[in-house]
């Protein structure tokens, strides 16, 4: 059996739609079938885009489709002091510099070019970034199979503190996925280019790193991820087996041998018996209707 929970991490700045069905319920099914926790993590750092209720929404949503998670439902702005510890941590290897750079002069940069690395001293109005070097990243993805990257050459040095104050998403997500509690990561394709850094900055903090598996993500008919900035709709909760039964399909259960319970406690039942990642599509994307 595995060792460590599975987790999902949805944002509070919407309503759940298909495509984080699709990401919860593979989630779901890989921790359950390998007989380890599901936890559920609210990522609530980005502030400026939280709405009200939106956390109690995908509460409401996950329940109805029978994803019950296991524990206390936690929350990044309740971990605050352990992400200033791990910019401290990187700030003692000499790793972080500030930087005043602009979205818009780096707009044309493929990756980082270092313009302010000299910049070690605390400054106004500045972001806060860590150095990768030459860094490397290697990990055998579950779905993808053996990936590598070269941090230098695709992203250079990144934000792992913003602007504005709040705590990068690469830096906190690196920190909670990188807790002895947490062993499984199944998640979005979507997210596959952010695994390279999580891993660095783990390796640098001196966590684990989980086990990774990417599934692909729903997109639409002009081949747009679903998501809230393409307006996909929210989760239909009366039509919960129906959704249900739609992702089930695309995560390569056979429409055919799909039961006709209608409960969705039932339908995750049968589901996790079943479940397997190599039923998975190798396709990054599915186009749903």
Same mark, same amino acid.
């Given at each position: 059996m595995a060792r460590g929970a599975g987790r999902f991490a949805p944002s509070p700045t919407g309503p759940l739609h298909l495509g984080s069905l699709l990401a919860a319920t593979a989630s779901f099914l890989d921790a359950r079938s390998q007989g380890v926790p599901w936890r559920l993590r609210i990522d609530d750092l980005d502030t400026p885009r939280n709405q009200p209720?939106?956390?109690?929404?995908?509460?409401?949503a996950l329940e109805a489709h029978g994803l019950f998670w296991d524990g206390p439902v936690t929350r990044q702005s309740e971990s605050l002091e352990t992400y200033q510890a791990a910019l401290a941590k990187l700030a003692s290897q000499q790793l972080l510099f500030y930087c005043d750079c602009s979205r818009r002069r780096l707009a044309r940069e493929t990756a980082y070019p270092g313009t302010c690395r000299r910049y070690r001293e605390?400054?106004?109005?500045?972001?806060?970034?860590?150095?990768?070097?030459?860094?490397?990243?290697?990990?055998?993805?579950?779905?993808? &199979?053996?990936?590598?990257?070269? $941090? #230098?050459?695709? =992203?250079? +040095?990144?934000?792992?503190?913003?602007?504005? &104050?709040?705590?990068?998403?690469? $830096? #906190?997500?690196? =920190?909670? +996925?990188?807790?002895?509690?947490?062993g499984r990561?199944?998640?979005?394709?979507? $997210?596959?280019?952010?695994?390279?850094?999580?891993?660095?900055?783990?390796?640098?903090?001196?966590?684990?790193?989980?086990?990774?598996?990417?599934v692909p993500v729903l997109v639409n008919s002009k081949g747009q991820k679903l998501s809230k900035q393409t307006h996909a709709a929210p989760l239909a909760l009366r039509?919960?087996?129906?959704?249900?039964?739609?992702?089930?399909?695309?995560?390569?259960?056979?429409?055919?041998e799909l039961p006709a319970e209608e409960r969705c406690e039932?339908?995750?039942?049968?589901?996790?018996?079943?479940?397997?990642?190599?039923?998975l599509p190798r396709r990054q994307a599915i186009e749903i209707s």
């Open positions: 209720g939106a956390e109690d929404a995908i509460l409401r605390p400054r106004s109005d500045c972001a806060i970034r860590v150095r990768v070097n030459e860094s490397t990243v290697a990990f055998d993805d579950l779905v993808r &199979g053996h990936t590598e990257e070269n $941090l #230098a050459s695709t =992203v250079g +040095d990144f934000v792992v503190r913003r602007r504005d &104050g709040i705590i990068a998403y690469q $830096l #906190a997500t690196a =920190v909670d +996925d990188g807790s002895p509690a947490i990561v199944i998640r979005g394709n979507d $997210l596959l280019a952010n695994t390279g850094r999580q891993i660095f900055l783990m390796e640098k903090l001196g966590l684990d790193r989980p086990v990774y598996g990417h039509a919960a087996p129906g959704n249900l039964r739609r992702v089930l399909g695309c995560l390569g259960f056979p429409a055919a039932d339908l995750m039942a049968w589901a996790t018996k079943a479940w397997s990642l190599t039923f």
